[in-house]
């Protein structure tokens, strides 16, 4: 029977040099692994710890939560990571990469409002499950109707050519 020893790090201190380079990471695709997370932000500076948010307890056990943590030796290389892959599609989803401390700043100037999560639609709701299929339906019937203005105007040019009689000369012969 094989032994699998659980690595626990040490908590680390929070001081305001390490909580300037530390960099959430967000809306992973649960597909991903730690080395590709690892190498997606190598590129920008050195790594000095990852954390990987894996699920600890129930059903879903040693699975991804879809988010981690990495942080870097500088502030310069974190924010290089933030500016070059915030957005970025990674496995069929933009992550999200922020400054931890960074979560509930305004976003420009001292007016704006608070940064927030992206709008995810509630699909549990019948309301939006009928605006889903109402904004469908709008689509399909704009497609069909594009469909349909090409198929009749191609058939009215046929129709129009084979309606016209076609043209006989007929010479009378005299003789």
Not at 42 to 63: C, S
Not at 70 to 95: F, W
Request: aromatic share 6%; proline share 6%.
């Amino acid at each position: 029977m094989a032994r699998y020893t659980r690595f626990v790090h040490a908590p680390t201190i929070q001081t305001p040099e390490n909580v300037a380079c530390k960099l959430y990471v967000g809306n992973l695709d649960l597909r991903i692994t730690e080395g590709q997370l690892v190498k997606l932000f190598k590129p920008f500076g050195k790594i000095v710890r990852e954390d990987f948010i894996w699920h600890t307890q129930g059903h879903q056990r040693g699975a991804p939560r879809g988010f981690a943590f990495v942080e870097y030796a500088t502030r310069e290389d974190a924010q290089r990571a933030v500016a070059e892959l915030n957005g970025k599609l990674v496995l069929s989803r933009p992550i999200v990469v922020r400054f931890c401390n960074e979560r509930d700043k305004p976003v420009a100037g001292p007016d704006a409002a608070p940064a927030s999560r992206p709008q995810r639609h509630n699909f549990n709701s019948t309301d939006a499950k009928i605006a889903a299929i109402r904004s469908k339906l709008g689509l399909m019937k704009r497609e069909n109707a594009a469909a349909t203005t090409t198929t009749a105007s191609t058939s009215t040019t046929k129709s129009s050519a084979s309606d016209v009689a076609p043209t006989s000369t007929s010479t009378s012969s005299s003789h």
